[in-house]
């Protein structure tokens, strides 16, 4: 069996998701709900939040995530995905 990292391991993934559909159940009964374009912005947020993540520890505050946001937005622009889908 392969060990995993302390923290990006199969348990935060479980955490994030959890969370995600949590806050998911929450808006959708908020009046009024968020919108179509609003709840997948949390869903990409959520599977993203450590795309190519180095496995380190921030030096700096958010420096990590925002590598990960940044490699992220990246892939997004270059994908053949429309902006309205």
Known sequence: MQL????????????????LTLLLIIQTQATPPLNKGSLATLLTAAAGQDFAHLGGKNQLD?????FCINRLKAQIDTSFVSALD
């Open 4 to 19: 995993q990292p302390a923290h990006h391991n199969q348990q935060h993934i479980a955490t994030v998701l959890l969370r």
């Open 62 to 66: 958010s420096k990590i995530e925002s």
